[in-house]
Each structure stands twice: as C-alpha cells, then as structure tokens.
C-alpha cells in the first residue's frame, strides 16, 4: 500500500459527459501529480499541484483540469469526454516537487462508451 | 514525440541470471532518470533513480547505469527473481516535466 488513494477505482461513462477523478496524497506530502496511461500514448505526466498552487502542466488537454485543496487532496475534472480519452489515471504524491520519489495510487480505470 | 525509449517491449531471464534492462533518449536537458516497476492491477512503485552528473547507483540488487555521451540509461537487477516480473518503466526529468517510456516487460523464470 502506498499510501495514496484514490476514488473511484473504475469509471464507464458516456462520451460528451463529465466525470471527477479524486486523490488523496500520503501524509505530510505536499505534490500531487496526475499522470495518465493508455494503450497508445503510454505513460504520461498531466499535471503537478504543489501546496495548493499549479506547479507544472504535462500533456493536459484544454478539456482536462486539476485543483488541489487546503487539505492537500487533489481533484482532477475530465469534461467533454471522447472515446480517446478512455485510460487509467494515476495520481502520485512525494513530499518534494520535483517528480522524485513520487508514491502512486492504484489508479483510477475510466472508460468512456 | 518519443523522448524517452525503451525498444525492448519484453524480456525473459532465468532465476538467478542478471537482467538488464535499456532506456534510451533524446533530449540532454534531462537532468533526473527514474525506474518504476509495474505489476497489474497496482499502480508504478519506484525502484531506483541517477542524477545525470553520476554515471551509476546502485541499491541492492538494482543498479543504474548512465552514459550521458551515448544517452542510455540502463537497469541491471542482479540476481534476477520471479517476484522481479513486472514492468518497468524509465522515466526522465526536464525541470518540472517527466517523460516516460513505453515500457518492459520483464519475465523471471524459475
């Protein structure tokens, strides 16, 4: 168990809608990172919210948004939703901001039909 | 664009024999590599990382290997051990962007 957790485990919505992936970071880390991972584009880095503020943006989509809360859990909103976009999301905290030693989450499967 | 390679998309090692596993790129700005492992159904668990002013580091059975001229970065894993099948992924850093490769898959058999 890494400590990080994330809701829901498993996602089927239909394309155009509108869904909210949650995550809560370890103890006492301040990054939350969201990455996603399909069958095509591999793994790859969304966003980084560090403290509450924006840190660093990936390959997010315009569709694609993130925030992180005053208690360090992060929310990412995938709106607009494409048969494309169907993938599993990871969420990763570190007490850092640099991608180091991040811990991920189970992920998050998020089909879209 | 693909700025961090690994060619080999599975390998098969026997128990006990040394594993090694490749990682190209192409960007020189990276400035930090990572290895994460990877098992189905849980989420990448870091292994081992190198900054690009070393060329190894070593934990354990894990050591990373950097050759910045040729831009390679490798994984050996010795002795290699069933519980070490899974993917594995290399990661590098440029600034506040991580770039990933496509993945391992790793094979130990007994």
């Known amino acids: 168990d890494s400590g990080v957790t994330q809701t829901p485990k498993h996602l089927i919505t239909a394309t155009g809608q509108r869904v909210t992936l949650r995550c809560s970071p370890r103890?006492?880390?301040?990054?939350v990172y969201w990455y996603q991972q399909s069958l095509d584009q591999g793994l790859q880095f969304l966003i980084q919210y560090y403290n509450g503020e924006e840190r660093a943006k990936g390959n997010i989509l315009e569709r694609f948004s993130a925030q992180q809360f005053p208690d360090l859990h992060s929310e990412l909103n995938l709106s607009s939703l494409e048969l494309g976009d169907s993938a599993l999301y990871f969420c990763?905290?570190?007490?850092?901001?640099?991608?180091?030693?991040?811990?991920f989450g189970q992920g998050t499967r998020l089909t879209v039909v | 664009d693909q700025q961090v390679k690994q060619n080999s998309p599975s390998l098969s090692v026997q128990e006990g024999r040394i594993s090694i596993l490749n990682c190209d790129y192409t960007n020189s700005m990276f400035d930090y590599f990572l290895w994460y492992k990877k098992y189905p159904a849980e989420g990448p668990t870091f292994l081992i990382s190198?900054?690009?002013?070393?060329d190894k580091n070593e934990d354990g059975r894990f050591t990373v290997f950097l050759n910045k001229s040729a831009k390679h970065l490798s994984l050996h894993i010795v002795p290699s051990q069933p519980g070490d099948s899974a993917v594995y992924f290399c990661?590098?850093?440029?600034?506040?962007?991580?770039?990933f490769g496509a993945g391992t898959r790793l094979t130990v058999k007994p």
């Open positions: 990661a590098a850093r440029n600034n506040n962007d991580m770039r």
């Open positions: 190198i900054s690009s002013i070393k």
């Open positions: 990763a905290s570190s007490v850092g901001f640099g991608h180091t030693e991040a811990f």
């Open positions: 103890s006492g880390d301040l990054s």
